[in-house]
């Protein structure tokens, strides 16, 4: 079903008459609301200065676009409000982020609410006082770096949860490296208070060696020392929670278009295609025609995560619709259209784009097309992934790589460690548009498959200035070419 000269003049910001009109003079006859086919709005394209077909669609069929139109719009926005913090709890296995999620999810909820049945839509909101945080129910930095790797940035917050027993580990680093790349600030929740061997200062000390600094010390990272198996203390994690929104400003206007991201989707028996979905801004309304991912639809049914049916959504608020016509994927945004019938087009379009050319693959930067891409695209710096044997090689690398320069554009080393390459890796490379060097280690089987399915570049290396050689060489476009 093509577009007709109604749908044309709102594209092209004129009267579907004129439009009528302008066709008439082209020799061809139609009304207002008759289909029309392709070559003839090439035609009336071509008539306009648009120069092909593809672009008419492309203005309304790109979601992403009309997604990022609202955003800029809600800046400029007069009716700005203050909306509730969306946070992400990260930390090493273990640490107690799964026992903190649970928790919270239990606390503050007044006796009307606890009724219904607790319903898992992959976000939850606390109330505090006489506010709002929502709570990302996927705990832990690949949920997050998948997210962000597919263009996704709901996170405002990430709550770093470190057991005051066991200290900083492996994914404790991860998950800074993966919050600070995302440029999202991080508050630390230092867990397992009640524990024998807890031991709150050693954490905070090494902490601080990655940048994380209490006031105390003259930093501005907030630290607070809970449990999340006994309760002590969380109230004053939400505190501080809502503290650091504060300093955020974060604010949305509820009275726009609304748009948003998928969290979760799934297909239920009894309900068709379900979508757990993050209202960004505006206020999305039961009955509202939508187009997510590259589906679409009309809201049939919004439930809360309090399991009740509500009428309409505001911002931060996570609710679960049904009534799409296929099941999105997580991280889709949605855009919320005035007519049923534009939403239905659009989301047709882009499913049969999807359908010819799969989901677009994002080019990613590799060693190779390193020179072209920093042209292409003025890249301030290369992000690097760095993994080796041994500590002695991290650090002699990261130095003599940091060092490297090339026409004002630096090498940032996003994450470095000892041990095999491994998928977090791979994820915040993805996330990052970064590669991956690895001196002396391998990346694991799974790394490895991910690796090539979202084209991040792995380079092994096992002499530290060959791989120093190579990275300058393709900042300055003069990389041999590997055969
Ligand atoms: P996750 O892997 O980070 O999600 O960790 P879990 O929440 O599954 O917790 C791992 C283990 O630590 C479980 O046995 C929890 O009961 C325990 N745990 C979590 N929080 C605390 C705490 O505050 N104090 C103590 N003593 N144990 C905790």
Redesign the pocket.
């Given at each position: 079903e093509g577009m007709n000269a109604q749908d044309l003049g709102k594209l092209l910001h004129r009267e579907p008459a004129e439009i009528v009109k302008k066709l008439f003079m082209l020799g061809v006859m139609t009304n207002q609301n008759q289909s029309l086919d392709k070559d003839t709005i090439e035609l009336l394209a071509a008539e306009y200065g648009i120069e092909s077909k593809e672009k008419v669609h492309e203005d309304i069929s790109d979601i992403d676009n009309l997604y990022q139109k609202e955003v800029e719009a809600s800046k400029e926005s007069k009716h700005q409000e203050s909306r509730p913090p969306v946070v992400t709890i990260m930390?090493?296995?273990?640490?107690?982020?799964?026992?903190?999620l649970?928790r919270l999810r239990h606390t503050n909820v007044s006796e009307h609410e606890a009724g219904g049945i607790t319903q898992k839509i992959g976000a939850y909101q606390v109330r505090v006082d006489d506010r709002l945080i929502t709570f990302l129910d996927t705990?832990g930095h690949a949920a997050f770096s998948n997210m962000r790797a597919r263009g996704a940035e709901v996170t405002d917050i990430v709550v770093l949860?470190v057991?005051a027993d066991d200290g900083v580990m492996p994914q404790t680093i991860e998950a800074i490296d993966h919050a600070k790349s995302a440029g999202v600030p991080i508050i630390v929740a230092i867990?397992?208070?009640?524990?024998p061997g807890a031991n709150p200062s050693h954490v905070t000390e090494q902490l601080m060696k990655y940048n994380l600094i209490p006031e105390d010390y003259g930093g501005d990272t907030i630290f607070v020392k809970?449990?999340?198996?006994?309760g002590d203390n969380v109230e004053e994690l939400l505190q501080m929670i809502l503290l650091q929104a504060d300093v955020l400003e974060l604010k949305a206007d509820p009275h726009q278009k609304a748009i948003g991201t998928v969290v979760e989707a799934r297909l239920s028996r009894g309900r068709g295609p379900v979508a757990d979905i993050l209202v960004q801004q505006g206020t999305l309304e039961v009955g509202d025609p939508i187009v997510v991912g590259n589906t679409f639809g009309r809201v049939r049914v919004m439930t809360n995560d309090k399991g009740r049916r509500v009428k309409k959504a505001t911002p931060s608020m996570p609710v679960e619709i049904t009534g799409l016509n296929d099941v999105p994927e997580s991280a889709d945004k949605f855009v919320v259209f005035e007519d049923e019938k534009t939403a239905r087009a659009v989301g047709e379009q882009r499913a049969q784009n999807a359908l010819q050319k799969q989901r677009e693959k994002v080019q990613h930067v590799t060693l190779d097309n390193l020179f072209d891409t920093m042209k292409r695209e003025n890249m301030k710096e290369v992000g690097i992934v760095l993994k080796a044997d041994v500590q002695g090689s991290v650090e002699a690398l990261s130095q003599s790589l940091e060092k490297i320069e090339v026409e004002g554009v630096r090498v940032n080393i996003i994450h470095s460690g000892v041990g095999a390459i491994n998928d977090s890796d791979v994820t915040l490379a993805s996330a990052s548009n970064a590669f991956i060097i690895g001196f002396n280690v391998r990346p694991t089987a799974t790394a490895k498959s991910q690796a090539e399915s979202d084209e991040v570049d792995i380079r092994s290396y096992s002499v530290i200035y060959k791989a120093i050689d190579d990275v300058e060489a393709a900042m300055k476009g003069m990389l041999e070419p590997t055969y």
């Open positions: 930390g090493h296995v273990d640490h107690g982020k799964t026992t903190l649970d705990p949860v057991a867990n397992k208070m009640d524990a809970i449990s999340a198996k006994t």
